[in-house]
């Protein structure tokens, strides 16, 4: 069956270092994966596509990797803030399901000062 | 540019009850999406629409479920009837493109449903 996994504990770090997230997924061939931002109490907000052919994405401090070899997105903050606080969803385009957004069940990221 | 609009906020009721969720996309977005989003979980795609015709139901509980979108525009989603599992947070999403190929998804706030 089709999965995207994401870390399910939160990630702690501390202010100013690199948050690095996984996601990774079995049984898609995603033409296009995208990253989402979600607070508490709020709707998912967009923050980088990458698509198949594209190895990295960057969008200030925000960069985004895809291997379809692995099988496998990474998403990275660098110079954490604590305003980057905040759950980070993965979601795939597969080639086969026009427009059907499939999402992981995100990762929890915590930056302390 | 005004995003999209999602009422109500929040909505208790009894299992067995009916509810009604409203959704305006963003204008002009032809694409509507409704997602479920179960506590600790990514959202869940319920529904799409292309205008007023829907592209993918595949995963929406028809029993009990069921979603319009008249002339292309604003969607309601409702339960009838509810039940304890429904408890979710649910969300309505509009794009510009046909599907997500290349563009992203606009999420409202979301709606809360809490079932006793």
């Known amino acids: 069956s089709q999965k995207i996994e994401q870390n399910s504990e939160a990630l702690n770090i501390q202010e100013g270092k690199t948050a690095t997230l996984t996601c990774n997924y079995t049984?898609?061939?995603?033409?296009?994966l995208q990253w989402y931002r979600q607070d508490p109490g709020r709707g998912p907000v967009f923050l980088l596509l990458?698509?198949?052919?594209?190895k990295e994405k960057r969008k200030e401090r925000l960069k985004v990797t895809f291997d379809t070899t692995l099988k496998q997105s990474l998403f990275h903050i660098t110079a954490s803030q604590p305003a980057d606080s905040a759950t980070y969803l993965c979601?795939?385009?597969?080639?086969?399901?026009?427009?059907?957004?499939?999402f992981g069940a995100g990762t929890q990221v915590v930056v302390t000062p | 540019e005004a995003g999209v609009a999602q009422s109500p906020r929040y909505k208790i009721i009894e299992k067995r009850q009916s509810v009604a969720f409203w959704c305006n996309p963003i204008?002009?977005?032809?694409?509507l999406y409704w997602y479920q989003q179960i506590l600790g979980q990514g959202p869940k795609l319920l529904i799409q629409?292309?205008?007023?015709?829907?592209?993918?139901d595949s995963q929406l509980p028809k029993d009990r479920f069921s979603a319009e979108r008249l002339k292309g525009v604003d969607s309601t989603l409702k339960i009838q009837p509810a039940k304890l599992e429904d408890s979710a947070v649910y969300l309505c999403?509009?794009?510009?493109?046909?599907?997500?190929?290349?563009?992203?998804?606009?999420f409202g706030e979301g709606s809360r449903l809490t079932v006793l």
């Open positions: 049984n898609y061939s995603p033409a296009y």
């Open positions: 999403a509009s794009s510009a493109e046909s599907g997500t190929r290349t563009g992203e998804l606009f």
């Open positions: 990458i698509r198949e052919n594209e």
């Open positions: 204008s002009g977005h032809a694409t």
């Open positions: 629409f292309q205008n007023n015709g829907v592209v993918d």
């Open positions: 979601a795939l385009d597969p080639t086969d399901s026009w427009g059907k957004l499939q």
